[in-house]
């Protein structure tokens, strides 16, 4: 459904205006045409062949039994004019996608209650034999409370049979929070716990784990690795560490038994009292009131590293030494002689002073150097831009209108308001029809500073040949990478 479904009405409650836009469906703000209340009705891009409703409705029917505290209650749903539709609670603050943009690195007081409440509700739906598939920051809603609501439960795999969507997407979810047999089409309740370990991933480093085209996170999904937290966020508890991995592990027999578990694991690490990684462990101060009577340090005397056989035979060696040196009696050299002597000695300290400067003058101009040099060849680390460009074309892309505009930095966002850029983004679909194919051919080339530019080839469906889309990524004084520019080459008009 377009933005003209605005008023119109489906079932008992008429559309008053969009909420969302989706890869699987558009998410409308619908009031009761009798109680005027006011819950979020998900229109579903599909059109149901008659032997399909009936398969749309028992999987609705099973989503509606799900009633949590932290997950959104389906409320009604039904099918007209073949267009599937679901009516939900209406989560008025938004998700926490919306509420923690990307790139940003929460506090684990922040995000620990989120992992709380999501793990819950999975470990509800779970014991009640149903997967979410689909567990993402976008699907995490924020209630009247700020409350987090789970949504999406089965949408997927309501739609997966009906909808008409490229290769890439046949596979339900999203790619970079996806489990490896998922992937392969074996979903199984782990899968959702590795989905939520993307996730904390993502909230403790700032990044997801895998990043790069579909099949490159396609490819290290099946076979790669995460790289460690600690190359991350160096002020984390080893504990945390190996919790976060093994909610990663490619095998979902060596997850943890249930998310529940992961959740309770992920808490008791980080009120572990190891030392973070990468960092020498505390040194605990004792007040200097207390030291005298609960000293935190043992002190020892030191202690002879010569046993006392060899230091007596030190002594008497010094002994022997000192008899056979006979010294001359002052008496006996001149005292011009002495002067000059003492004058000589003098010059020399200076001397050695002089030399010791020079020296450490020289080693400093020099270290100085090589670091200005090493900056100056030193090229900007692509690893973040290259999965917030990604993340840009895939929201275009599948026309996530709001997760794209999300990923926009300031100089864009002073100058082009939300709505603004989902009018143009809508006007282009129309114009030149959905994005069916997009190509990076050149990628993270430095252009000014910490600014790194992208080049991507598009296809669209209304367009007969490919077109240019250049972006600029700037990074910010936090590090994180936004999308500051991003300009077109497609001088095609077949709209008119």
Sequence with gaps: MADSSIG?????????????????ADVYLGEHIYLKTQAAIKVLH????????????????????????????????????????????YAPNDTLRHRHPRGTRLPSAVFLPYVKQVASALQYAHDQKLIHR????????????????????????????????????????????????????????????????????????????FNGSYMEIVTQHLSAPPPPLDERALELPHAVQQVVLKALAKDPHQRYKCVQDFANALEQAFQSKGPAVGMPPPVAVTPQANRTKQPVFTVYPPVDTVPPQ?????????????AYNFPIAPSAIPK????????????LKVLAILVVLCGLLVCGLGYAAFHYFSAQNTPVSTAGASAMASDFMQAVSNRNYDQAYNDLGPPVTRDTTRD??????????????????????????????????????????????PYQLDLTLQQGSSGNWQVTDYNSNVGQTPCG
């Excluded at 119109?8 to 699987?24: A, E, P």
């Excluded at 002689?337 to 000589?344: F, S, V």
């Design 310 to 322: 060899q230091a007596n035979q030190a002594k008497r060696l010094a002994n022997t030494v000192e």
């Design 420 to 465: 603004q850029f989902k009018n143009q983004a809508q006007s282009e679909d129309s114009c030149y029809g959905p994005v069916t194919h997009y190509t990076v051919i050149n990628a993270g080339t430095p252009s000014n500073g910490n600014t790194l530019s992208y080049r991507y080839t598009i296809t669209r469906e209304k367009l007969s040949r």
């Design 46 to 89: 599909t059109q149901l062949q008659p032997e399909d409703i009936e398969k749309f409705r028992s999987e609705a029917l099973t989503i509606a039994h799900l009633i949590h505290p932290h997950i959104i209650r389906v409320l009604d749903f039904d099918v007209e004019n073949a267009a599937p539709f679901l009516v939900m609670d």
């Design 336 to 347: 011009s002689a002495r002067k000059l002597g003492h004058g000589l000695r003098r010059g």
């Design 134 to 209: 689909d567990v993402k920051p976008e699907n995490m809603l924020l209630g009247r409370n700020n409350e987090v609501l789970l949504s999406d439960f089965g949408i997927a795999l309501v739609s997966q049979n009906s909808l008409s969507q490229s290769t890439e997407d046949l596979v339900i979810g999203t790619m970079s929070y996806m489990s490896p047999e998922q992937i392969q089409g074996k979903p199984r309740p782990a899968s959702d716990q590795y989905a939520l370990g993307v996730v904390v991933y993502e909230w403790i480093s700032g990044m997801k784990p």
């Design 8 to 24: 119109q009405r489906l079932g008992n409650y008429r559309l008053i205006k969009l909420l969302g836009h989706g890869g699987f």
